[in-house]
């Protein structure tokens, strides 16, 4: 077998073209132009390069981005105050803290600090709540761009069962619990496995879908997948001046129904949700919710 292969550039391509005309048509309508502040604290290349991508696509869809670069000797006071800053301006709709932070900065300090109705990552745990209680305001990015893209490529997820590789905050915990919602793109059983995890092939090889998101590259090997599984790797590695995911792509796709590729699968996506929820957050300044 060999294993479609689900392109979210593509897709990614194709939501960030309907998000452009749904915000246009709010702009247009509101006369507010959606609106991300994002901080970027210290000189991580990476974080600068993630930062750079995320504002090029604001600027693609018509949501104006401003940048706050802070010098990594910023106390987390002085990062604070320009939270509060950002939470107080009406003219600023989402918030967006690119990580890691520097050491001595407490990053749950920061994120909680972070007014929830402006929480564009889903990291508040006022929106983590509704997220669990499947009444979300916005949903994390990441996750919710595997379910758009397990949603796009007529992936039967209901009645499936699901493993998902890594219990992050950012990635592995809410995926399980967005994956057993009721509702599209979810309805399955799922399993968390972590580095305690005993027998995780064993587990592994059990299921229809499995999320990778562990952070160690081409870790998920062909001998650990059943044959026909849809595999979703969120793994992104740098090995050689190289980007590589947490699955072994070559041999899993041999053994995989379905696959997405590191990079142009999940990373996209990513970026995408982050948008979307960018005018989520808009809309609520305004009073025009959409989730139900
Ligand atoms: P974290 O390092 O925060 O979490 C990694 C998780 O993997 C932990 O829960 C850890 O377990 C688990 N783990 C580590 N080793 C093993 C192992 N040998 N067996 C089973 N589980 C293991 O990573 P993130 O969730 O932030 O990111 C994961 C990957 O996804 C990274 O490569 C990151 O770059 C990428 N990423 C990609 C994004 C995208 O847009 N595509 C967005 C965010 C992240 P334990 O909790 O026990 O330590």
Do not use: W
Not at 61 to 87: F, Y
Request: neutral net charge; glycine residues 8%.
């Amino acid at each position: 077998m060999t294993a479609a292969i689900i392109d979210g550039k593509a897709v990614a391509a194709d939501l960030r073209l309907k998000l452009a005309d749904e915000v246009s048509e709010f702009t247009r309508t509101t006369n507010v132009q959606p609106h991300l502040a994002a901080i970027l604290v210290g000189e991580d290349p990476a974080s600068a390069v993630y930062v750079r991508n995320k504002q090029k696509a604001c600027d693609k869809s018509g949501i104006r981005s401003t940048l706050h670069r802070l010098p990594d000797v910023i106390t987390e006071d002085g990062l604070l105050v320009l939270i509060h800053q950002l939470n107080n301006d009406p003219s600023v709709h989402g918030i967006l803290v690119q990580l890691p932070l520097p050491a001595h900065i407490r990053e749950q300090v920061v994120l909680d600090a972070v007014t929830p109705l402006k929480d564009v990552d889903c990291f508040h745990p006022e929106n983590v709540g509704l997220m669990v209680q499947g009444r979300p305001r916005f949903l994390p990015c990441t996750p919710h761009g595997v379910q758009q893209l397990l949603l796009t490529s007529g992936i039967q997820v209901a009645g499936s069962y699901a493993v998902v590789l890594g219990r992050s905050e950012i990635v592995g915990k809410p995926m399980a619990m967005m994956l057993v919602q009721r509702g599209a793109a979810a309805d399955a059983t799922v399993t968390v496995c972590h580095s305690r995890t005993k027998n995780l092939a064993d587990i592994t090889r059990q299921a229809d879908i499995i999320v990778a998101a562990i952070g160690k590259p081409r870790f998920v090997t062909a001998d650990m997948i059943k044959p026909g599984a849809v595999v979703i790797d969120v793994g992104i590695n740098r090995v050689e001046d190289k980007l590589v995911g947490d699955v072994d792509y070559g041999p899993v796709s041999e053994v995989a129904s379905a696959i997405t590729p590191v990079p142009g699968g999940v990373g996209p996506m990513t970026i995408a949700m982050l948008l979307q929820n960018t005018l989520t957050a808009a809309r609520l300044s305004v009073g025009r919710e959409v989730h139900g």
